[in-house]
């Protein structure tokens, strides 16, 4: 649009219906003063001066009328123009989103410019541009309009005319550009708007006016990407600052966990997002069966990317892979102190592959869960700390105090029955030594169970052994241990506290109650699940005499109460007079890399 050149005509209009006037009038008056006057007749020269004033009249009405109809025409166009441009400018809003107002955008154009159809593609960042058409549904018979738009070109610098007799169309290729940004003297090719004229003809607007649109129309691609990753950063930000709030809280890790695999899920789109642990007690090089990692519905997950690099390939047995193969997947490692401790997965049904950025983002979630991780491990190592103090603490206590006091007290009443004059007082006085012995005997081995725990490297095999040992020395009983170490390894640590503390339990009642002279730990896989088998050869009871203490005492109710705590089963086998089988059988919930449950802090005890 040439502003200037419609105000230097109008100027030029106005300064011509001045002096034109007045100049022929001078001219003519001149000439018939020097010319006409004297050689021809009063009347003639007045005939003649009529006719030559109505010939100036009629030429100069009609180069004021040309004149005239010019601008009106520049005006028109101008105003058209600017029309067009205002129509535009008011498709393209933020509040809109973007193929909504692409679509407003282009049907404007094509009204304005008289176009069939038109089609804009726009590429920014996606793999496949995206399409939008105007109008969507072009009726019967314009089939051909279509794959005509369609047609795959090489990209044009500028508004490029093609025309296609054979079709009797043309076509109006413009590319959508905007600034480059920070006053870069460059354009960003966003793709570009095509529009179908049949009959061929040109648009009813400029090349360079539609150019103009096109260039209001990328930049409102522009500006709304623009809003589109300012609103994502900030949705990323609250979704950190979410996380490390709840890491200064000291929230639970199972929280913390869900809480980032819920922000991954809605930040990248995804259909479904996964935190995989990874058993940080896993032997080196025992292969994909002692790397197991735990997901959010219980299950699972073998992982076999033993490589612990970023970028391996999809595990092919992940539970995540549903339907294709090719569907959208995208997973980043958890690390501690350069040990892959777990993965953050996610993963959509269809759409676009995760793009470079959104891998980035899924990585610093990584990073935060991996931290929950650790720091979840630090507070349990204190916790586990603080008890084990507080154990030996109080198994120095009843060392000092009441084991010695029993002791002493055992020592004088055997002393005292000795010099008794009468038999019942002998008997009384032995009965009660009996007692202050076998009292003596509950606290030695209550000290002895306070002071063995599962820390260091142990684990449940060498904890059971060290324990088996003061038991059969204490005791006089012959104690074996046979343990699986597959068995053992299946164990998660909170399971291995809980069936130390089952068998402590259970030899202790083998030595008051039992008499037995041997006694056998069997810890072995069952159906694919790990048991623990505690036998003797004792005199056995008669199961339907402790139902009771079942549930009212400590010693059996205990054992239970301690299974269940880790989701497993207490069966009992008693025959009189032929020892007792106890056999705990721990489920799948008690497998290394199953979830945590809320009684991971009674299994601590």
């Given at each position: 649009m040439d502003e200037r050149k419609a105000i230097r005509d109008l100027d030029r209009l106005k300064w011509v219906g001045i002096l034109a006037p007045i100049g022929f009038i001078w001219t003519f008056q001149l000439l018939r003063g020097y010319v006409l006057d004297g050689r021809i007749s009063s009347a003639n020269a007045d005939a003649l001066s009529a006719a030559v004033m109505a010939l100036a009249v009629l030429g100069f009405g009609i180069a004021m009328g040309a004149l005239l109809d010019r601008t009106q025409r520049e005006l028109i166009r101008q105003n058209r123009e600017l029309s067009a441009m205002t129509s535009v400018g008011q498709a393209v809003r933020p509040d809109l989103p973007l193929e909504a107002m692409i679509r407003e955008a282009l049907a404007r154009v094509v009204e304005a410019t008289g176009a069939v159809a038109g089609i804009a593609r726009v590429r920014w960042g996606e793999p496949d541009p995206m399409l939008v058409r105007c109008p969507a549904d072009l009726g019967p018979g314009l089939d051909?309009?279509?794959?005509?738009?369609?047609?795959?070109?090489?990209?044009?610098?500028?508004?490029?005319?093609?025309?296609?007799?054979?079709?009797?169309?043309?076509?109006?290729?413009?590319?959508?550009?905007?600034?480059?940004?920070?006053?870069?003297?460059?354009?960003?090719?966003?793709?570009?708007?095509?529009?179908?004229?049949?009959?061929?003809?040109?648009?009813?607007?400029?090349?360079?006016?539609?150019?103009?649109?096109?260039?209001?129309?990328?930049?409102?691609?522009?500006?709304?990407?623009?809003?589109?990753?300012?609103?994502?950063?900030?949705?990323?930000?609250?979704?950190?600052?979410?996380?490390?709030?709840?890491?200064?809280?000291?929230?639970?890790?199972?929280?913390?966990?869900?809480?980032?695999?819920?922000?991954?899920?809605?930040?990248l789109e995804a259909d479904r997002a996964v935190v995989c642990l990874v058993d940080p007690t896993a032997i080196p090089g025992a292969g994909a069966a002692g790397r197991r990692a735990m997901l959010d519905d219980g299950t699972t997950c073998p992982v076999l990317h033993l490589d612990q690099r970023a970028d391996h390939p999809r595990n092919r047995l992940c539970p995540l892979r549903e339907g294709s193969v090719a569907a959208p997947w995208a997973a980043r490692p958890l690390h501690e102190d350069g040990q892959l401790i777990g993965e953050l997965c996610v993963t959509r049904a269809s759409g676009p592959a995760f793009t470079p950025a959104e891998t980035r983002l899924l990585g610093a979630l990584a990073d935060l869960a991996a931290i929950a991780v650790r720091t979840a491990r630090l507070r349990e190592s204190e916790e586990q700390v603080t008890i084990v103090t507080e154990r030996e603490r109080i198994a120095r206590e009843l060392h000092d105090s009441l084991a010695q006091v029993l002791g002493q007290m055992h020592l004088r009443l055997r002393a005292v029955d000795g010099r008794a004059q009468t038999p019942e007082v002998r008997a009384e006085l032995s009965d009660l030594a009996d007692t202050a012995d076998e009292a003596y005997r509950d606290v030695r081995e209550s000290i002895l169970g306070l002071r063995e725990t599962l820390g260091g490297d142990r684990g449940l095999e060498g904890a059971l052994r060290e324990y088996l040992a003061k038991y059969g020395r204490q005791t006089g009983i012959a104690v074996a241990l046979i343990c699986d170490p597959d068995a053992c390894r299946a164990l998660e640590p909170r399971a291995e506290v809980q069936l130390l503390r089952v068998v402590q339990e259970a030899l202790t009642n083998v030595r008051k109650h039992a008499h037995a002279g041997r006694v056998s730990v069997r810890i072995a896989l069952r159906e694919g699940r790990p048991s623990i088998t505690i036998e003797d050869d004792g005199t056995g009871f008669d199961l339907a005499t402790i139902g009771p203490s079942m549930t009212g005492g400590f010693g059996l109710a205990a054992m239970r109460e301690r299974t269940e705590q880790v989701g497993g089963t207490l069966d009992i086998v008693s025959t009189p007079g032929k020892g007792t089988r106890i056999r705990v059988q721990i489920p799948g919930e008690g497998l290394r890399g199953a979830p945590a449950s809320a009684a991971s802090t009674a299994a601590r005890r």
């Open positions: 051909w309009v279509t794959g005509l738009l369609d047609e795959t070109l090489a990209p044009v610098g500028g508004a490029t005319a093609i025309e296609r007799p054979d079709l009797d169309a043309t076509v109006l290729r413009v590319p959508l550009a905007g600034a480059g940004g920070h006053g870069e003297e460059r354009t960003l090719a966003l793709g570009e708007i095509r529009l179908l004229f049949h009959p061929a003809r040109p648009a009813a607007l400029g090349p360079e006016i539609v150019e103009d649109l096109a260039r209001t129309i990328a930049t409102g691609i522009r500006l709304e990407r623009l809003l589109a990753d300012v609103r994502g950063r900030e949705r990323e930000q609250r979704a950190l600052y979410d996380v490390a709030v709840q890491l200064t809280e000291r929230a639970e890790v199972r929280d913390v966990l869900d809480a980032i695999s819920g922000h991954a899920r809605e930040l």
